[in-house]
């Protein structure tokens, strides 16, 4: 028998998505079916339903909703997914599904901090050599085209999972990990390599601000890529996710059922 909970569909990706499913499992209310584009080989467990690869744009994402009847969607991709987000709003927007985008907050600047802001990883290349020579690109898999041919410089490239060839063409180490990433490691890594440079994108999290406060100690400049806008519509912290899914109309349990 189909289960007759509504629907609550979390875009993923991110740790932020896995403490949203494990909240709202924990309800008991809603069935919780997270969505992983399946660039990750072997994702952490999420508690709940998954289901892996694109919907087919902003079209393919308003059938699934339609077909599953999805009764609300927590967009909980990382900060820089902004075309899932944009198709996110757009099929939110055409089958009056709610939707709720969480923005983690960004991170704080100490004055001690050498930030550079830059709005794209390719903007951030154009600094490098002058900024630094020897580099650490935490920017993502996908993001590495404009480093590609770089043999001005020496990077270190971390990723999650391991390659099969080598990613750059030109001299550089890449390590596969996944954060949490401590202070104190990040340090070494950086002192280890001699890092005079790391480049990397404003996500916010604890879980990746270590390399910040080691950088800062370290007097190691930083070129941030900043923050693609938010959606327009709902936006709140991951721990304001069930709150906000239970407001919403045709969700909130019927108080007369005790
Ligand atoms: N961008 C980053 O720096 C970053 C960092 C850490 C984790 N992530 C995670 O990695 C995934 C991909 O990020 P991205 O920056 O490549 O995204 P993106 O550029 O915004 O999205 C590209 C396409 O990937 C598919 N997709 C993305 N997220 C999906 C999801 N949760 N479920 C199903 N399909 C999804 C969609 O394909 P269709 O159009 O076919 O639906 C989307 O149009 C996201 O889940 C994100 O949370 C991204």
């Known amino acids: 028998m189909p289960d007759p909970k509504p629907l609550v569909l979390i875009l993923g990706g991110t ?11 924990a309800t008991a209310k809603y069935r919780v079916l997270t969505s992983l584009a399946g660039k990750v080989k072997s994702p952490k467990p999420i508690p709940g339903e998954t289901r892996v690869g694109g919907f087919g744009g902003a079209a393919g994402l308003e059938s699934f909703l339609l077909q599953n009847n999805v009764a609300a969607v927590v967009d909980a991709t990382h900060p820089f997914a902004a075309q899932m987000s944009a198709n996110a709003r757009a099929a939110c927007d055409a089958t009056r ?12 600047r100490h004055p001690a901090d050498r930030w550079v802001e830059v ?8 600094r490098l050599p002058a900024l630094g020579r020897r580099a650490f690109l935490t920017v993502g898999l996908s993001e590495l085209d404009p480093f590609r041919d770089r043999a001005d410089l020496w990077c270190l490239v971390r990723v999650v999972d391991t390659p099969a060839a080598p990613l750059l063409n030109g001299p550089h180490l890449t390590i596969a990990a996944r954060g949490p990433f401590h202070e104190a490691d990040e340090r070494i890594l950086l002192e280890t390599h001699k890092i005079d440079v790391l480049v990397t994108k404003h996500a916010g999290g604890d879980a990746t601000y270590g390399k910040l ?13 900043r923050r693609p ?6 936006t709140g912290l ?3 996710a069930v709150a906000w899914v239970e407001k919403q109309a045709g969700l909130c349990p019927d108080p007369r059922r005790g």
């Open 15 to 25: 740790a932020d998505a896995i403490r949203i499913a494990t909240d709202l499992v």
């Open 97 to 108: 599904i709610p939707r709720l985008q969480i923005r983690r907050p960004e991170w704080p």
């Open 119 to 126: 709005d794209t990883v390719a903007e951030a290349a154009t």
């Open 213 to 225: 406060k080691a950088a800062r100690d370290l007097g190691i400049p930083v070129l941030m890529i």
């Open 229 to 234: 806008p938010a959606e327009p519509g709902d």
């Open 238 to 240: 991951p721990e304001e």
